[in-house]
Structure formats: C-alpha cells, structure tokens
C-alpha cells in the first residue's frame, strides 16, 4: 500500500497522467481518516524510538506548487510529535550570502542529525524548477543539478540518512479553488500574494519542469512519490503510509540500559 505512489525507473512520463484525485484510491472519507489518526498516534511513538536510539536520520521532503498543501501537510502529518525530534526547514528565495555559495550549501547545513528527522518544505529541488521556469541561471548550470542532486542525496544516504520525496500533486482547477479560498477570507489573506497568480501563468512549464526533474532524481536511494493531492484527506492518509513503513524498516531500537539498573532504588 505505501508504496502505490512511488515513482519506479528513471523512464519519462507525463504528469498529467497521474492523478491528482485521492478519491480514485480510497471511497470513504472517513475510513481514511479513522486510518490516518492511528498512523499519527504510531509516528509519534516511534519517532521517540528513533530519538532515543540516536543513530539514523530520516529526512522527509516537500514540493508542491502554490496552495499544494506543503504547509497543511505537516501541520497534519506531524502533529503531537516531539518537536525535540522534529526539524522543519523552510527554504525561501536564497539570500546574498546563500547565493555566493553552491546551491547545496544551505541545504547541506541543515540536514539531519543522529536521531532526528528533518521536514524540508521547499528544497534544493527549488534549483531546477522555479530556477528553471524563470530562468534565473542558465541551463548549463541548472541541467547538471540533476546528477549533482543525486550524488548529494547518495552522500546522506550512505551516512545513515533515509530519504523520502514527496511530490503533492494537484490540479490546475483544485490551485485556482485554493486561490479564491483564501482571497475570499480575510484570515487567509497572508498566505495569498500576486506573485503566486503570477506564477499560476507559467503552470505548464512547472509541469515540464517537474516531470524532467521527477524523472531524473528518483534513486533508489531518494525515491520520489507523487501524492494524489486534491482531496487533504487522501494526502495526509497516503504520506503518512509511506512514513510509517519507512520508520518500521528503519527499526530503531532503544537503546539497552548502560548498567544493570536492577539494584537501583530510589530513596
Ligand atoms: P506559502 O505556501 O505559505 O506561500 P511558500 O513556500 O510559497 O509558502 P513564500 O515565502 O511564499 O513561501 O515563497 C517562497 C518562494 O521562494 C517561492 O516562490 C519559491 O519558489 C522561492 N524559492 C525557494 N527556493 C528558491 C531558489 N533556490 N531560487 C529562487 N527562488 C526560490
Ligand atoms: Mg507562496
């Protein structure tokens, strides 16, 4: 079942192929909600495994359009977990300081420790994709991110981090509804800018964007799985799915007790 959604093979497809409606995987709403609560309830616990062993890391990324739902899904996936354990790294336009270095520089800087999981929303894949789409550097810098991209996850990778990509994919028609969502109620306001109408112009080349990139950068070492996203319910049940398996294979184990505790009394 975790698995349904992971892209396989490194051959081109189009995403307009996949789709974008959760409701075609799952009839009942709340059956699916029923399911995604207990998977919440079991992160939490074996997040705490994960911490108390210390030792692997697991790194969870997002990417989505505007209104994709990146900020929803972690406000809903991880919620109630530890936030000692969490990290979430939101990656914004670089600064000057970020722009002087590589492009993996600050992504590199906040991966992971032993112990911990790391919740990117945005990434290094913003580097070939709105980079792309507007051409901020020219191909012959972007294209060979690609293999960059990859040798970089594969370095995390053999240092004892799991990485799981997740690609939220929605509709044109579900990120217009989004829009008008929050340009109709004051109190979303703040999570509405022209800059994203701006964009929404440009969607067809996001869509080529992210196909060639989804293409090129799933490894099985970083595979990427494109979420049915229209519907939030299927979303969060579909992630935390694959979390979960994820974690199990993991299998963090507490660590044994440094001495024999046996005799220990607590006065
Ligand atoms: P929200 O969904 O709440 O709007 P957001 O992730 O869109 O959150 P914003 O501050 O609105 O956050 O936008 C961040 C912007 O930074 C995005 O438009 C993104 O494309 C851009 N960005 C991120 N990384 C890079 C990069 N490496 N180069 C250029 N632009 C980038
Ligand atoms: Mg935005």
Same mark, same amino acid.
């Given at each position: 079942?975790? =698995? ?40 939490? &616990? ?79 894949? &913003? ?11 020219? &191909? ?71 196909? =060639? ?55």
């Amino acid at each position: 079942m975790s =698995e349904l959604h992971k892209l396989e093979g490194k051959r081109p497809f189009s995403l307009t192929q996949l789709p974008t409606e959760g409701k075609l995987y799952h009839y009942d709403r709340d059956v699916a909600e029923e399911e995604f609560k207990a998977l919440r309830k079991e992160l939490r &616990e074996w997040q705490t495994r994960l911490y108390a062993e210390g030792k692997q890391k697991l790194l969870v990324v997002l990417q989505a359009m505007d209104a994709g739902g990146k900020d929803g899904t972690i406000r809903s996936v991880f919620q109630g977990v530890n936030p000692q354990g969490v990290r979430v790294h939101s990656f914004k336009v670089p600064s000057k300081e970020e722009l002087d270095h590589d492009f993996l520089w600050r992504i590199h800087k906040v991966v992971p420790g032993k112990g911990m999981m790391g919740v990117f929303n945005r990434s290094h894949y &913003e580097d070939v994709l709105v980079v792309r789409v507007h051409d901020i550097v020219p &191909e012959a810098v972007w294209r060979p991110r690609y293999e960059q991209i990859n040798q970089f996850e594969k370095l995390l990778h053999d240092t004892g981090t799991r990485i799981l990509k997740f690609y939220l994919h929605i509709s044109k028609k579900e990120q217009k509804a989004r829009f008008q969502a929050r340009l109709d109620d004051p109190s979303k306001h703040w999570k509405f800018s022209l800059e994203d109408v701006e964009k929404r112009k440009y969607w067809d080349d996001y869509m080529a964007a992210y196909e =060639e990139m989804l293409e090129k950068t799933t490894t099985p070492w970083a595979p990427w799985y494109v979420i049915p996203s229209d519907q939030k319910w299927y979303r969060n049940l579909a992630i935390s799915r694959v979390i979960m398996a994820t974690i199990k294979e993991m299998n963090p184990l507490y660590p044994s007790a440094e001495g024999d505790f046996g005799d220990v009394v607590i006065e």
